[in-house]
C-alpha cells in the first residue's frame, strides 16, 4: 500500500503527532511515475544516492548487502514537493551497512521516509540520521534483528518555524542475544515540533536481548513542542531493556557560567545545543562522515539558535 | 578606583539581600569580605556578575568608571570582571578547551582585539595548567564534569589565569579544598596580584587569607558593610566572632 | 517480612483466600440493561429527579459510544445483557444500628479480616489506628462506622445513595464534574448505573481525624458492580482514604467498572490507597473480574496536592489509569503503583499526570510484576500545556520478569508544550539474577523466601507509601499473587 492512495489519520498510533494538514496539501501535488530500485553493495563500496523531487515522487529503493559485506549508503532526501521514499534493507549473516540520512527538503515540502530493514544472524545496522527539513520531515524505520544482530540508530531531529520532524521507529528483537540502541536529540525552536516514537518489541524466546533508547529534547522557544513515546514491549524475562527521556530547555546555570567568562548568550546557546547533540555525532565512527553529519546539524543550529 | 559600588540594593525573589552596600577598591590592592552565613556575601558575586534573578532596587556598580549595572553579563566579563564560583558548573558535552578559548576570543573581539591562534592558545591554557597542578589531560574533558571539588577550583584558576581579568571576584574559592589543593589555590591567586588588578576574595573563614594576604577586610553583616580593617580584623573575627563586630 | 509472606503462602496453599460466596438473600433487578433497569435503579435509591435524568443521559451517551481497544489486554467479548445490574442484600436497606446487619454479611467481613464492628476496633490493640469503613456488599453499602465521630469534626462519610438525600446539593456540585458523564465508554456505563459506592466531604481546615475506607465485595452471581466515589476535600482539609476489595471465586467473569472522583481544593490533600485483590480467575485463566476502573483527582486549588497508591494484584484484566489534573499553581501529583499479574492475568495500568498550573509537580513510581503467563503494562501520559511554566515530573516505570512466558510492557506518552518544563522518564526491565537467588539461599532463605524477599524490596517504593495497615496486608498479598513463580 502507498500512501498516494490512502492517508493516515489521527487515530493511526504512529501518526498521532504527525502534521497531517502537511501531508493533505502535499497530497494534492501533480504526481511523477513512482521510481524503482534495486541495489547490490559490494564490500567495501560508498554508494551515494540522492533525491530532490519538486513535485509528489514515489520512490522506492531494494538495498542488498550479501552476508560478510561491508558497506556505506549515504541518501540525501530533499526537494520542496513531496517525497514519499520506502526502502528496504536486507542484510545477510555478518553483513555490515553504515547508512546515514540526510533529510533537508524545503520549508513547504513533505518527507515520509519508511524504511524497512531485516538483520540475518551477527549483521550490523548502524543509521546516523539528519532530520532537518521540510514543513514534515519523517522517517519510519521497522528493523528485525536475527540471533546476534546488532542495529545502531544515532538521530538528530532539528525543527524551525512551523516545521515537524519525526522519527517513529520499532525494532523487532526476533530472536536472541541481538542488541540495539537508539539514541535521539531533537531541538526545537519557533513552532516546531518533534515527535519520538521509539518500540522496542522483544519476541518469546528472545532471550539476551540487550536494548536501549535513550531521548532527550530540548525547546529553545515558547512555542515549541516535544512529544515522546518510548515503548517496551517485552515477551522474554531475561533481557535487559532500558530506556530513558527528558524534554527541557538549556541550563540557565550553564548559560550564566558562560556569561561570566564572557561567553555571549548566542555562542552559549550554540556551544550548548551543541554538546547536546554530542552523543549522536561523536558516535559516528568513519570521521569524513562525522563531519559531514556535523555540518549539516551544526549550520541548522545555528539558525535555530539565532531564531530562538 | 577600580571597582565602586555606592549604596546598591539587591532584592532576590522579593527580598531584600543588600540594603545599602558600599565599597570603593583601588587598584593594585586585595580585600577580602568576611561574613556570617546569609550576610549577602554570594549575592555580591552574582549582583556583580549580572545574574537573573538578583534585582538591583538602587544603588550603583563601576568598574574602572564604567557603569557595571548596564551591561550584560559577558560584557562584564570582556570589560575586565571575572567571578570565581563557590559551585562551579558543569557543563557535559563541551570541552574544557573548547570553552576556554570561545571564552578569550569572545572578550578579546569585543574588546577589538585579535583572536588568539589555535597553537598560542594551547601552549598558554598548558602552561597555566602546570602551574596551577591541574592534569593537561583534564583539559579535554568536558567542564567541570567528573572534577572533584578540589580540580573544579583549579579549573576556575585556570580560566582566571588565562583570561587575564583586571578585577577579581572569587566567592569561597576556598571552600572544599585540602590544605595541599588550598595551597596552589593561593598560589594562583597571589600570582594575580599587580598594581593595575584588583581581587575581592569572599570567605567564611580566615584560613585562606593565611595564603593570600588582603591588604583591607571588609566586614558584613545583613547586606551592609559594618566595619573596614587591615588584616587583624581578621583574627579580631576569629577570636570574638561577627556578633561582637556588628554590634 | 519474608517469613510472614511465606507464611501466608503456605496457610492458603495456592488457593484464592477470599474465594469463599456468602449464602445471603438477595433482590436482583431483572437481568440486561435498557432504560427501564436504569429507572429501576434510581427509583430502588428513591433518587430526585435530576439524577435520574443524569443516568439516562449516559445511558444513551453510551449506547453510542464503542467499548475501547488500545489496552494491550485480550478477553472474550462481553455481553453487558448477560448481567444484573443491581443485586443488594434482602435485608432493611438503611440500618438504625450495626446490630441490623444481616450476621451472614457480618461473618462474610468477619471472615475478611474487615472490622465493621466499632467496639471490635476501639477493643484492639492499644495504640492502634481507628480506621472507619464504609461496606459496600454487591450494589448497597451496608455499614458504615464511625459516622459520629466523624461528624463531630464535620467530616462527611456516607454511602453516595445517603448523601444524594442527604446532601443533594453538595453531591450535585461535584458528580460528574471530575469524569465527566461522557468521559470514556465505562465511566458513561457506570454513570448510568451506578449502584452505590461512597462519598466524603471535609470541610475547610479539617484533617479528617481517622483513616477513612470502603471494602467492597462482589458476592452475587452473574453481578456487576458499579460503584461510584466523590472525595472532595475543602481548602486546608486533608483526608487518608483507603479502599479494598475482593470477589468469590467464580468460573465466569464479572464485570467491575467503577468511578473515583477527587476534588482538592486551596492547600487540600487527598492521599488515596487502593488495595485490589478481586477474584484473578484460576490457573487456566478461567473467571476473574474485569476490572475497567475511571479514577481521577482535581487538584483544582493552589497548593493541593493528590496521591493515588495502588497495589493490584487480582482481576482477570485491569484497565486503569487512576490520574491528576493539576490545575492550580504548586499542585502536586503522584502515582505509586505495584501491578503483580500471575497466571493469565493482564494488567494494562499506570496514570496521567496533566500539568496546567504553574510550577506543579508529578511523580509517577511503577512497578511491575510479571509471573506466569501475566501480561503487565504501564501506560502513562504526562502533559504539559503551555501554562504550566515551571512543571516539574519525574517517572520510574521498573518491570521484574519471573518467567519467561510472561510479558512486560511500557507505554508512555511525554507531550511537552513549556520549555520551562523538566521531565524525565527512566524505566528499566529486570530479572531476579541467579547471583541473587543463589546469595540469599546461601544465607539459608529458600527459593520462594528468596523471590518474595527481592519482590518486596523491588516494589518497596511504593509499598512503603501505604498507611501502616494497608502496608502489611499489601506484602502478604504479594507474597501470594508471587505463588508457583519458583519452578
Known sequence: MTMATSLPGRRDEAWRYSDLKALERAHALPANDAIAEAVTLADGETRRLGLAPDDSQRATLTLEVPAGVSATLVESLGGGGWLDRAVTVRLGAGARLTHVILQTAGAEAVVTAAYTAALAADARYQVHLGNVGGALGRVAMDVTLATGADFTLGGVLLGNAGQTVELVSRVVHAEPGATSQQTVRSVLAGKATANYLGKILVAPGAQKTDAAQSSKALLLARTASANTKPELEIHADDVKCAHGATVGELDAQALFYMATRGIDPAEARALLTQAFLGDVLDAIADEALREEVSALAIGRLRVLVGGA | MMLKIDNLHVAVDGKEILKGLTLALAPGTVHAIMGPNGAGK??????????????????????????????APHERAAAGLFLGLQYPVEIPGVSNLAFLRTALNAQRKLRGEAEVSAGDFLKLVRAKAKELGLDPEMLKRPVNVGFSGGEKKRNEMVQMAVLDPKMMVLDETDSGLDIDALRVVSQGINAMRAPDKTILLITHYQRLLDYVEPDFIHVMVDGRIVKTGDKSLALELEREGYGAIAA | ??????????????????????????????????????????????????????????????????????????????????????????????????????????????????????????????????????????????????????????????????????????????????????????????????????????????????????????????????????????????????????????????????????????????????VQNWYPGDKDGKGGIYNFVTKRGLCKGTRSKISWTQVETGSAVTWKYPSCVLAGEDTVGEFYSVAVVNNR???????????????????????????????????????????????????QCDSLLLSSTSGAHTVPYIEVKNPSAQIEHEATTSKISDDQLFYAMSRGLSAEEAVAMIVNGFCREVLQQLPMEFAVEAQKLLGISLEGSVG
Open chain 2, 42 to 71: 554570594s549575592t555580591l558575586g552574582y549582583t556583580l556578575a549580572g545574574r537573573d534573578g538578583y534585582d538591583v532596587t538602587a544603588g550603583t556598580a563601576t568598574l574602572g568608571g564604567q557603569d557595571l549595572l548596564a551591561l
Open chain 3, 345 to 395: 492475568q493482564q494488567a494494562d495500568t499506570g496514570t496521567k499526570m496533566i500539568h496546567i498550573g504553574k510550577n506543579s509537580r508529578s511523580t509517577i513510581i511503577s512497578k511491575g510484576v510479571s509471573v506466569g503467563h501475566g501480561q503487565n503494562t504501564y501506560r502513562g501520559l504526562v502533559k504539559v500545556l503551555p501554562s504550566a511554566e515551571g512543571a516539574r515530573n519525574f517517572t
Open chain 3, 1 to 274: 517480612m519474608a517469613q510472614d509472606t511465606l507464611a501466608t503462602v503456605e496457610d492458603v496453599t495456592g488457593t484464592y483466600k477470599w474465594g469463599f460466596s456468602s449464602d445471603v438473600e438477595s433482590e436482583f433487578a431483572p437481568k440486561g440493561l435498557n432504560e427501564d433497569i436504569v429507572r429501576f435503579i434510581s427509583a430502588k435509591k428513591g433518587e430526585p429527579a435530576w439524577l435520574l435524568e443524569w443516568r439516562l443521559k449516559a445511558y444513551r451517551l453510551w449506547l453510542g459510544m464503542k467499548e475501547p481497544d488500545w489496552a494491550m489486554v485480550r478477553y472474550p467479548p462481553i455481553d453487558y445483557q448477560d448481567a444484573y445490574y443491581y443485586a443488594a442484600p434482602k435485608t432493611a436497606p438503611t440500618l438504625k444500628s450495626l446490630d441490623e446487619l444481616d450476621p451472614e454479611i457480618r461473618r462474610t467481613y468477619e471472615k475478611l479480616g474487615i472490622p465493621i464492628e466499632e467496639q471490635k476496633v476501639l477493643a484492639g490493640v492499644e495504640g492502634a489506628r481507628k480506621v472507619a469503613v464504609d461496606a459496600v456488599f454487591d450494589s448497597v453499602s451496608v455499614a458504615t462506622t464511625f459516622r459520629e465521630e466523624l461528624a463531630k469534626a464535620g467530616v462527611i462519610f456516607l454511602s453516595i445513595s445517603e448523601a444524594v438525600k442527604q446532601y443533594p446539593e453538595l453531591v450535585r456540585q461535584y458528580l460528574g464534574t471530575v469524569v465527566p458523564i461522557h468521559d470514556n465508554y465505562f465511566a458513561t456505563l457506570n454513570s448510568a448505573v451506578f449502584s452505590d459506592g461512597t462519598f466524603v466531604y471535609v470541610p475547610k481546615g479539617v484533617r479528617c481525624p481517622m483513616e477513612l475506607s470502603t471494602y467492597f465485595r462482589i458476592n452475587a452471581e452473574k453481578t456487576g458492580q458499579f460503584e461510584r466515589t466523590l472525595i472532595v476535600v475543602d481548602e486546608g482539609g486533608y483526608v487518608s482514604y483507603l479502599e479494598g476489595c475482593t470477589a468469590p471465586m467464580r468460573d465466569e467473569n464479572q464485570l467491575h467498572a467503577a468511578v473515583v472522583e477527587l476534588v482538592a481544593l486551596g492547600d487540600a490533600e487527598i492521599k488515596y490507597s487502593t
